[in-house]
């Protein structure tokens, strides 16, 4: 159908493929930019050269409500498109950061907290375009739901963090507004019980949209920042969908398991309003994070493991965290076994880096120890780097210079992300 | 867990690389072999060279029940592997043909009756181990349901039909086997009305999880075939899972949606092993096509298009098929908007090898004409190499050609298939 969104500007696909073929005729360096809200540099720009706003193509090309799809420009914002949604009765079930693009969505392979019900943007991306290094403007795909027509370069770009080429167009897969939502929040003596209880309920084949796990003090900083007062202790907050009577049934099965883990009764946000306002709470949960240390900066580590090591995995965290002189935060989308902590530290003191660096390791070596990934949703940038080798092993990593040298040969997509500078072939 | 299966044969991994190596060294090709079920000629060895017979390897290496994934020998069957899952209330949810393997459903990116609510081959595999054309062993993720570490290794193997390595262990996202189940068929007047209730269904946000469209000619091929005497008009078999209630509940729903189409009311398959023999009866539909011309072949289409499109793509091939001297099915994955037909004919007569040609591309130029894909599941092989250029464009086959020269540089994999021969760099 014809869209009735009025783009902010107009940079074109062939403006970005002009660009990108003088910088490499030029062996200039070009870093694609979203809405910069990525977390291990992942924008940095090391060599100088280009950055490429992406936000300049910001448009809804066309919506297609009967296929429940949507084409768009990659500088738009989850939430702008949503908001556009709403009214057909359509959402797109991805939420990184606030101010986050489906651009930059696409190229970190992002998930968030309803990737446990919907999957990661792997799962809902139809097809892209994209400019490569050379300037050829590539589609990677038909906009058929399923394809088995060739390799899947979808699934190459989405992750690849700007060093393939430059997203300039994304067909994405939309999901109805569910007709009914439960929204319950339940606390924990202890968070080995609430993630406990986020795998049984997994377990026990039981579709949530949501389960999401605080610790103590990440409750305490959503408290200070919001002005809330929520129960200080651990925290399941969950989300059940679907028809009213489904979400019900689906509501009781958990608070029962709840209940064997010690868990509270279910406290429920009963109108619209109050629920969008939980998760936007724990949306900029984050950001709460700074009212307990208005000064500091943070760093946040993404470990994911097999959901069965995960109350270990965060056991053991939390023992390290909470015996560190660093106030930090632990925040999970428990559902996928994905874990984060905020480390929080003065950044004009080198014992602060250095105590949140060796948290950092520490999490994301448990997790390796435990058939996991050092990067679960935020990617690799510059910051995990260091890690890959060790997960992957290093056959994996020449693989994927191979792949980067022959589509990028002169190096120019946002060189010194993703691929550890020692792999060579 | 220990796993308790006992492998047949004992190929190893390392075997694998010593010979995909020495292969390489001697500029051989490689052709890796599964179950053989594939249809578009991926197994030919037009070049000839080594086959290595993959289903000697077929051990299961380890179950984890807790994380809901095993992790596999590519040479093990789909059915196969879901009898010894039963026991554990656990399945893999991809069918393809009886016979196919886990490791030639990953490299064709199969999917089948199930795809429509539990995703294809791409969806559920969490990683991959693969020998590359120069030996190399690669892993390409760790056993974390979702991670963001590096370029998706596990994605690009995936649909790759051996044309960029050997698989030798795979990782399987396994779903519970639902509580309940509900199986129903539905006649309709015409086609058009079976394919509007399928696309009907998926707008209204129900997830069925089988929709499966035949016509009146398919029917009567699998009455002949099985001794049934089902009505002989267009049918659709549905699949409602989930907790009694829910099942129940989305039933109705879709039965009214039907009822307002000129839909017939719901027949249901009442007992487990009922449900069962449908299955199987649908599984073995191609087969069942012999019965009305036993010396014949079969030709089948597989073209996948956006869902609107799919009751135009039907109703427009039906016209063609009808009007064939050939016999024609007409059988769809509805649902996805996937969509073949089963073109018998003579082999010895060279005028019925060109209609069926003609039929084959009269249905995959109307699906691209409609922003399809040329094979929704089947994959390139050789059937297919001629349409990729016109659905994706030559620069995303220069693209392919690249990845294939970077990983495969003596083209000993599978040479002659998905990449058509005309392309260079
Ligand atoms: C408060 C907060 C909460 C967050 N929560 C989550 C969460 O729950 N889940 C999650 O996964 N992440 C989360 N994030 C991380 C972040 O939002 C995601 O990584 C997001 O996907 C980044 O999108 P962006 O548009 O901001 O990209 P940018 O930061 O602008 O760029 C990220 C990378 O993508 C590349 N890029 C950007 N646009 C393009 C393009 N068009 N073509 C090619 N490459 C491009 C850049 O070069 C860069 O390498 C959170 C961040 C914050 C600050
Ligand atoms: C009756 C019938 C029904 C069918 N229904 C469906 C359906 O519903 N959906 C669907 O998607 N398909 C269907 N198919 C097609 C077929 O079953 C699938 O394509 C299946 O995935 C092929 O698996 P296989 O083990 O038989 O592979 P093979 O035919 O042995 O090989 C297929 C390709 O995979 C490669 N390969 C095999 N093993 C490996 C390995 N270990 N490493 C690397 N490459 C390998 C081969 O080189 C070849 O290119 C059907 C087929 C039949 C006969």
């Known amino acids: 159908m014809k869209v009735n969104h009025v783009p902010t500007y107009t940079m074109s696909e062939d403006e970005v493929s002009k660009i990108v073929k003088s910088c490499d005729t030029h062996k200039?360096?070009?870093?694609?930019?979203g809405g910069a809200t990525s977390i291990e540099g992942h924008t940095l720009s090391p060599n100088g050269g280009v950055c490429i706003d992406m936000s300049m193509m910001n448009s809804i090309k066309a919506l297609h409500i009967e296929d429940m799809d949507v084409v768009v420009e990659p500088g738009i914002g989850w939430m702008e498109l949503n908001e556009y949604l709403e009214p057909y009765g359509l959402f797109f079930p991805l939420d990184p950061g606030p101010g986050a693009t489906i651009g930059g969505m696409c190229a970190t392979r992002c998930s968030g907290s309803l990737?446990?019900?919907?999957?990661?943007?792997?799962d809902n991306v139809i097809s892209l375009k994209v400019v490569l290094a050379n300037g050829d403007i590539v589609k990677t795909a038909s906009r058929a739901r399923k394809s088995a027509a060739g390799y899947d370069l979808t699934r190459?770009?989405?992750?690849s963090e700007g060093t393939l080429g430059v997203i300039t167009e994304v067909t994405l897969r939309l999901q109805k507004i569910p007709q009914h939502s439960v929204v319950a929040m339940c606390n924990f003596p202890s968070i080995k019980d609430a993630a406990d209880v986020a795998i049984a309920t997994m377990m026990s084949g039981i579709q949530v949209s949501r389960v999401e796990l605080m610790d103590e003090v990440q409750v305490k900083a959503i408290n200070?920042?919001?002005g809330k007062d929520l129960p200080e202790i651990?925290?399941?907050m969950f989300e059940f969908i679907g028809t009213e009577a489904y979400a019900r049934e689906q509501t009781q099965i958990v608070q029962k398991i709840a209940a064997e883990h010690n868990g509270s009764d279910f406290v429920f946000a009963e109108d619209p309003e109050a629920k969008k306002d939980l998760w936007k709470i724990r949306k900029e949960a984050l950001w709460a994070c700074f009212a307990m240390e208005p000064n500091f900066e943070a760093m946040i580590s993404d470990v994911c493991v097999p959901l069965s090591h995960l109350a270990e995995l965060i056991s053991r965290s939390k023992q390290e965290l909470d015996a560190s002189p660093l106030v930090c935060t632990v925040?999970?989308?428990a559902g996928d076994g994905n874990f984060h902590t905020v480390i929080l530290f003065d950044p004009n003191i080198e014992e602060h880096r250095q105590e949140a660096e060796r948290l950092n390791k520490f999490m994301v070596l448990t997790a390796l120890s435990m058939e996991g990934t050092c990067t679960g949703e935020h990617g690799v940038g510059t910051g995990k780097v260091k890690y890959l080798e060790k997960e992957l092993g290093v056959e994996a990593l020449r693989t994927m210079k191979r792949i980067k040298a022959a589509l990028d040969?002169?190096?120019?997509?946002?060189?010194?992300?993703?691929?550890p500078p020692h792999i060579c072939f």
Do not use: Q
């Open 224 to 226: 200070i920042a919001n």
């Open 115 to 122: 990737a446990v019900r919907y999957g990661t943007m792997r």
């Open 331 to 333: 925040i999970a989308h």
């Open 28 to 33: 200039v360096p070009i870093v694609p930019y």
């Open 409 to 419: 040969p002169n190096s120019i997509m946002n060189p010194g992300k993703l691929i």
């Open 156 to 159: 190459l770009v989405i992750g």
């Open 234 to 236: 651990p925290t399941l």
